[in-house]
């Protein structure tokens, strides 16, 4: 089991920024992918940028290229997700999630574990 917990989301003015951190424990930390997805009120759940197990390859959605940014730290068993410029679209639950996939990891079912979620809250 990967325990994951979210931290850092709160509300801010459109323009602004938000730093997403998300903290595993249980199982080795650099055996898993990690993803963020978000869910919008009456949405499906959609993926946001995932870093690779290994090679640390990061991945983006078209949405958020060039505004968001994933890494994470091994050694602190963290993944994070810097996001500028943020948008009212962009209001949503942000999820952190644990996959043992290394490549095409874009859809939740790729997924094995999950945070419980941390709101995000853009305002115009």
């Known amino acids: 089991q990967v325990q994951l917990v979210e931290s850092g989301g709160g509300v801010v003015q459109a323009g602004g920024s938000l730093r997403l951190s998300c903290t595993a424990s249980?199982?080795?930390?650099?055996?898993?992918?990690m993803g963020w997805f978000r869910q919008a009120p009456g949405k499906e759940r959609e993926f946001v940028a995932s870093?690779?197990?290994?090679?640390?390859?990061?991945s983006y959605a078209a949405s958020v290229l060039g505004r968001f940014a994933i890494s994470r730290a091994n050694n602190k068993n963290t993944v994070t997700l810097q996001m500028n410029s943020l948008k009212p679209v962009d209001t949503a639950v942000y999820y952190c999630?644990?996959?043992?996939?290394?490549?095409?990891?874009?859809?939740?079912?790729?997924?094995?574990?999950w945070g419980q979620g941390t709101q995000v809250t853009v305002s115009s």
């Open positions: 999630a644990a996959s043992s996939r290394a490549w095409g990891i874009r859809n939740p079912g790729d997924y094995d574990y």
């Open positions: 870093v690779s197990w290994g090679s640390g390859v990061t």
């Open positions: 249980g199982r080795t930390f650099s055996d898993y992918s």
